[in-house]
């Protein structure tokens, strides 16, 4: 995988997650190192999320969040452009924050909202506060020694929508079929394949060992979970005072348990990762190798080990190549 990176006080770690996932791809598949701007990609999303919003009469969800699917739709819709091109950082700035901005664009549409007739200039109000806050982004660029626009790089580099596939696992739909999951990020209803938790995991477990990597969505809010110390565990005991620094009995999870979990909001979607690896401790159980968004912390530098109870638990949805799947 590509190196860590940071995405600060921002809701976007759906576009890290999956930028450095498509990075990987591109590894995987020969095409060279890449580091492809995730604030590019964010950027859009805004926009895409202003019409959403505008369209539904504010009747929707306006955030920093979004989803794997999204940052795919995006690429095949506008491209994409290296990080040397757009960082999404003005000139004295050097670590992204969106609170005020967000606040503003969503103020703004609210009071686009107030008039009873809407004239066709306020797409570009709004990108004029994007311009403000994260910069214009240019139409054409040089990369590699070549001249680009985002759509040109995107054909480039080959990177085709259609490889790539969601799932989930959650029984209140049919295991087998698609069905758009029912959470707040999911705001362009994007639609996951159901299978069963067991299935999932061996997905996952098929994926790394064939030289995959997994785009991941779950919930981090756990007492198991400390980026800091870089473990996620699923305790039996959440008290136990050694939690972080030996192994220790963990829940046993099964279908039933995490619908339990996910219809009481004990797991949420709420932090995307990037999984690379698996690994096992000295008693011989089983991790994934995380790749985290939040900069180098822990002492494995940004990376962190999750056991596999915790992933079948708190794993909301899992993007992969369709390639894993046959």
């Given at each position: 995988c590509?190196?860590?990176k940071?995405?600060?006080?921002?809701?976007?770690?759906?576009s890290?997650a999956?930028?450095?996932f498509?990075e990987?791809?591109?590894?995987?598949?020969?095409?060279?190192?890449?580091?492809?701007s995730?604030m590019f990609?964010?950027?859009?999303?805004?926009?895409?999320?202003?019409?959403?919003?505008?369209l539904r009469?504010?009747?929707?969800?306006?955030?920093?969040?979004s989803?794997?699917?999204?940052?795919?739709?995006?690429?095949?819709?506008?491209g994409?452009?290296?990080?040397?091109?757009?960082?999404?950082?003005?000139?004295?700035?050097?670590?992204?924050?969106h609170s005020?901005?967000?606040?503003?664009?969503?103020?703004?549409?609210?009071?686009?909202?107030?008039?009873?007739?809407?004239?066709?200039?306020?797409?570009?109000?709004?990108?004029?506060i994007?311009?403000?806050?994260?910069?214009?982004?240019?139409?054409?660029?040089?990369?590699?020694?070549k001249?680009?626009?985002?759509?040109?790089?995107?054909?480039s580099?080959?990177?085709?929508?259609?490889?790539?596939?969601?799932?989930?696992?959650f029984?209140?739909h049919?295991?087998?079929?698609?069905?758009?999951l029912?959470?707040?990020?999911?705001?362009?209803?994007?639609?996951?394949i159901?299978?069963?938790i067991?299935?999932?995991?061996?997905?996952i477990?098929e994926a790394?060992?064939a030289?995959?990597?997994?785009?991941?969505?779950?919930?981090v809010?756990?007492?198991?979970?400390?980026?800091k110390?870089?473990?996620?565990?699923?305790?039996?005991?959440?008290?136990?005072?050694?939690l972080?620094?030996?192994?220790?009995?963990?829940?046993?999870?099964?279908?039933?348990?995490?619908?339990?979990?996910?219809?009481?909001?004990s797991?949420t979607?709420d932090?995307?990762m990037?999984?690379?690896?698996?690994?096992e401790?000295?008693?011989?159980?089983?991790y994934?190798?995380?790749?985290?968004?939040?900069g180098?912390i822990?002492?494995?530098?940004?990376?962190l080990?999750?056991?596999?109870?915790?992933?079948k638990?708190k794993t909301?949805a899992?993007m992969?190549?369709?390639?894993?799947?046959n």
């Amino acid at each position: 995988c590509t190196e860590i990176k940071n995405q600060s006080k921002t809701g976007t770690c759906w576009s890290f997650a999956t930028s450095s996932f498509l990075e990987s791809e591109l590894l995987r598949q020969g095409k060279g190192k890449h580091d492809l701007s995730e604030m590019f990609v964010v950027r859009n999303i805004y926009k895409d999320k202003a019409r959403n919003y505008i369209l539904r009469q504010g009747k929707a969800n306006f955030s920093q969040g979004s989803l794997s699917h999204d940052l795919i739709r995006i690429l095949s819709q506008s491209g994409v452009v290296p990080e040397s091109t757009y960082s999404g950082l003005l000139l004295a700035e050097n670590a992204h924050d969106h609170s005020e901005m967000e606040a503003g664009l969503k103020g703004f549409l609210d009071g686009v909202l107030k008039s009873k007739r809407l004239s066709k200039n306020w797409p570009k109000a709004f990108e004029a506060i994007l311009d403000s806050y994260m910069g214009s982004v240019p139409s054409k660029f040089k990369y590699n020694g070549k001249e680009f626009n985002s759509k040109s790089l995107a054909k480039s580099l080959d990177i085709n929508p259609k490889d790539y596939v969601n799932l989930t696992s959650f029984s209140h739909h049919p295991f087998g079929e698609s069905f758009i999951l029912e959470i707040p990020d999911n705001y362009s209803n994007g639609s996951f394949i159901n299978v069963p938790i067991d299935e999932l995991m061996e997905l996952i477990d098929e994926a790394l060992e064939a030289g995959y990597t997994v785009a991941w969505d779950g919930d981090v809010s756990e007492k198991g979970f400390d980026a800091k110390k870089g473990i996620a565990v699923l305790p039996v005991d959440k008290e136990r005072k050694d939690l972080f620094d030996k192994p220790g009995k963990e829940l046993k999870v099964n279908q039933a348990l995490r619908q339990e979990h996910f219809e009481s909001y004990s797991t949420t979607d709420d932090h995307l990762m990037h999984l690379i690896g698996k690994a096992e401790d000295k008693k011989g159980n089983e991790y994934y190798i995380i790749k985290n968004s939040w900069g180098e912390i822990s002492p494995f530098k940004g990376y962190l080990y999750m056991s596999k109870a915790y992933a079948k638990m708190k794993t909301v949805a899992i993007m992969v190549h369709k390639d894993v799947l046959n």
